[in-house]
Each structure stands twice: as C-alpha cells, then as structure tokens.
C-alpha cells in the first residue's frame, strides 16, 4: 500500500507537470496572436483626474464629498483585481440594467506606467473600459452585436475622445467580447450599477482637442481664459497631440454643457467630460 508521503509526492509531480504544460500551451497562443495581423490599437485617452469610493447607507460604493476648492484632485477610485469580482458578476446575474446604450467600440492601450483616470494603474490585462459620461468605476456589460459575445467589466478611464465612439475597451476587455480582432464594432452597453447617479449631480468638464500643434492649443487656452474668468483652464501634452481642457466654476454641468455647445468646431472637438 502505497504511503501518504509518496501519494504526496505523486499529486505534486503531476501538478508540476500540468503546469508546465498550461504554460507551453499559453505560450504558445500568445505567440500566434502576436504574428497575427491585427487593427492598430487607438491612442490612449489623455489622463482625467482619478476619483475614489466610500460606502453609501444602502452598502453600495460611493463617492467622497468633493473638495472645498473645485479644482483640486478628485482622489482615487478602486477597482477590484482585474476589473470585476465574482460579486459582480452575481449581482448582474440577479438585476436588470439601470441604463441601455449603444455605439461602436473600439480598444486601446497605454505605454508602461500611465495611470487611468480612476488613478490606479493602468492595465491591459484588466476587465475595465474608457467612457466619457458615466460614473467612475461603473459596473456594465458589452454586448458586441455582430458576433453576441459579451463581459462584464467596469469603467475605469475616460474617453474615447472621437465623435464616433462610445467607448474604448482594454485588449483583455476587447478580446472578451471579440472586438480585439476587429478593431471596431457595434456593441451594446448595459450598465447595472453606478457608485454615482448618472442623470444629477456629478463634476463635469469639457475636453477640446486633438490639436497638431502645441500653439494652437495654447491660443485656444488663453481665449477660454478671457471668455470664463472663474473657470481652471489647462493645455497639456496627450499620446500623440495636445488637448484643452476647462472646469467650469464648480466643476458645474449645466455651465460645462453650454461651453461645449457653444466652442466653434474651427476649435477642435469638444467633448462633455465627467470628472468623476
């Protein structure tokens, strides 16, 4: 009869041995997938203030109050490890969307080190998405409606910051849901819970770019400066051109809405921004 040690030993040399196998096999995958010929990804979306969350009196996350002065840091937002945990995926097996939106997606990435605007690190390995408008660290699922694939994932940065996207997925998210290959496609996003309220409140700005050149930009920043005296008005460098960027007194929404409304195209593309 052979010993409890040598069973041991047994179970541990054919562990050992899957292991190593699993290893060769995603080896192997990850080195097909690189010779593939694939969409180039989009630029990173230029970095927004993080934000981070508390717990509300109904057990959801939440956010903290806004600081006293409106264009200080708005703190982190934490995500669970790899975008979404197993309470999430049992909550959305359990509720119906609060909100249904739909839009072509694409994915992203980020150099080495580039923090989210949630202000964690960004990953491409996580289950997190860009979107201009909803709260930070919302729970949603993508539905690519031309193959049916979905995942859940959370929203953890801002963008995309083109007319004709709704939202910018990771390379883990895009290959979830099959749009890694195709670089764009139409998909279906239902968000199931937000630590914010989508429709009131919230801390808003207006992000205008993508300018070529430096001095464009910076002409553009000082005209927002004359034209709203109380707002914090910003030009920085993103991924591969400049942006503007103007809070509004209060980080207000309706004040942010009407600067977008009324900023001349000739200017560049204005995009409605939540903060947090």
Sequence with gaps: ????????????????????????????????????????????????????PTTSEEGQPTEEQPPAVATG??????????????????????????????GDATWYTARRGRRAANGEKFSDHALTAAHRTLPMGSLIVVT?????????????????????????????????TGVYRMGVARVRIDVYRTPKPIDT????????????????????????????????VIEFEGEHSYWVRIRPEGDNREMAESIARHVRPSQGDAYLTRLD
């Excluded at 054919?14 to 180039?40: E, K, N, S, Y």
């Excluded at 910051?161 to 390379?171: E, G, N, Q, S, W």
């Excluded at 430096?214 to 927002?224: F, G, P, Q, S, V």
Aim: aromatic content about 4%; hydrophobic content about 35%; proline content about 7%.
């Design 144 to 176: 690519n409606l031309e193959n049916g694939q979905s995942a859940a994932m959370r929203i953890s940065d801002r963008g995309p910051f083109a007319p004709d996207k709704v939202i910018d997925l990771t390379i883990a998210s895009a290959k979830a």
């Design 73 to 102: 840091r708005i703190p982190i937002t934490r995500l669970p490890h790899g975008g979404v945990s197993r309470e999430d995926l049992d909550y959305i097996e359990t509720h119906r969307p609060i909100l249904t939106e739909e």
């Design 1 to 52: 009869m052979m010993s409890i040690a040598a069973q041991s030993r047994g179970r541990w040399a054919a562990g050992w041995a899957c292991l190593t196998l699993a290893v060769m096999v995603v080896t192997g995958c990850g080195h097909r997938q690189q010779t593939a010929r694939l969409p180039a990804p989009q630029s990173a979306p230029p970095v927004i203030e993080p934000t981070t």
């Design 201 to 232: 409140g919230g801390r808003w700005c207006v992000q205008i770019g993508a300018f070529k050149s430096e001095r464009k930009a910076e002409k553009l920043k000082k005209t927002l400066l004359r034209k709203y005296p109380g707002a914090h």
